[in-house]
């Protein structure tokens, strides 16, 4: 397990503060990826993704991260391949972060922590009806992460960035009609893959997590602008948006597998 003195400290929001426990969960997320221990499968797929811009709805913020929806209403967004039987529809995406760039993601690689973290959400569309059925299944979800690190200036972020004065308060929603998701993935295909759950309630354990190996770069300017939004609705005392992130879960009788070596 990942030793103290590199685990965050932070106040925990509300939402996390409750034990949080799934009682008999066994597939729980987000977990520390133990580079070491992974273990390469050469039968993995290359992962396919394929996104159309013009699926984008909306930027809102749900009091607990800021969220841009799809139109998944038919497979116009979808990912296919990777460790995955179906294809999937991508539903939304959003972030995880931390009050200060030393901590924020919540996965961690050999017990790193990133500033934050990308969640794709994903459902597999070809088996369940809809999304709320998917979120109850084993292979209903799947997750692709993506580990935000300190560097370059994102050009791509920045117009997600734009638009956040616009979404500060818990329950407000802004249209944002074109925007390529595929833009905020790092080019390097390699990945990790393990089966777990949501970070978030319900925490069914329904999400095949799909890990990029490599980070993308943002400035501190970013980072800083995903911290000036707030937990709390208008008129609310302030309560700014950050450490909004899962601890670490027990990996129990899992192997997390590599599609590199
Ligand atoms: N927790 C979640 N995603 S995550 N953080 O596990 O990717 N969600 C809650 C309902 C829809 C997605
Ligand atoms: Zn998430």
């Not at 008999?24 to 580079?35: A, F, K, L, Y």
């Not at 394929?50 to 913020?61: A, E, F, G, R, V």
């Amino acid at each position: 397990a990942c030793s103290r003195k590199n685990t965050r400290n932070a106040a925990l929001h509300p939402l996390w503060q409750s034990p949080l426990t799934i009682p008999g969960g066994t597939r729980q997320s987000p977990i520390n990826i133990q580079w070491r221990d992974s273990v390469y499968d050469p039968f993995l797929k290359p992962l396919k993704i394929s996104y159309d811009p013009t699926t984008c709805l909306h930027i809102w913020n749900n009091g607990y991260s800021f969220l841009v929806e799809f139109d998944d209403s038919a497979d116009r967004s979808i990912i296919i391949g990777g460790p995955l039987e179906n294809q999937y529809r991508l539903k939304q995406f959003h972030f995880h972060w931390g009050a200060v760039n030393d901590w924020g993601s919540e996965h961690t690689v050999d017990c790193k922590f990133y500033p934050a973290e990308l969640h794709l959400v994903h459902w597999n569309a070809v088996e369940y009806p809809s999304f709320e059925e998917a979120v109850m299944e084993g292979n209903g979800l799947a997750v692709i992460g993506v580990f935000l690190k300190l560097g370059a200036r994102h050009e791509g972020l920045q117009t997600l960035v734009d638009a956040l004065p616009a979404v500060r308060h818990k329950d407000t929603v802004i249209e944002f009609d074109v925007f390529d998701p595929s833009c905020l993935l790092p080019s390097c295909p390699d990945y990790w893959t393990y089966a777990g759950s949501l970070t978030t309630p319900p925490l069914t354990e329904s999400v095949t997590w799909i890990i990029k190996k490599k980070p993308i770069e943002v400035d501190e300017d970013q980072l800083e602008a995903f911290r000036t939004l707030l937990f709390t609705s208008h008129g609310e005392e302030e309560r700014r948006m950050v450490d909004n992130f899962r601890p670490l879960q027990p990996l129990m009788d899992r192997t997390v597998r590599s599609s590199f070596r």
